[in-house]
């Protein structure tokens, strides 16, 4: 099995940093696509950012430009450098991984981390 466990979420304000850390554990062979999601109250989950194990990326519009998704392929870690925090990017933020485990595939989600902006 897979464990995703993602830390860093926090209240700040408008303008304000944070960044986002999401570790895999366990029976892993292989990372492939680690991936950023948020869940706004009484909204659906939407992807924020995309990163594959050789670094391509990508971001939603509404992220593009403030937000930046990193990995630490030895640590099998991701990282999402959020700036110019506004209200609208309150949410649960998710991390999924995906890859290969002992002879199988696996597609993982962490527990989420509360990101608040709020003044």
Request: glycine share 10%.
């Amino acid at each position: 099995q897979v464990q995703v466990v993602e830390s860093g979420g926090d209240l700040v304000q408008p303008g304000g940093s944070l960044r986002l850390s999401c570790t895999a554990s366990g029976s892993i062979f292989s990372v492939n696509i680690m991936a950023w999601y948020r869940q706004a109250p009484g909204k659906q989950r939407e992807l924020v950012a995309t990163i594959t194990a050789r670094g391509i990326v990508t971001y939603a519009d509404s992220v593009t430009g403030r937000f930046t998704i990193s990995r630490d392929n030895a640590k099998n870690t991701v990282y999402l450098q959020m700036n110019s925090l506004q209200p609208e990017d309150t949410a649960v933020y998710y991390c999924h991984v995906n890859g290969m485990s002992s002879g199988a595939a696996y597609n993982s989600w962490g527990q989420g981390t509360q990101v608040t902006v709020s003044s």
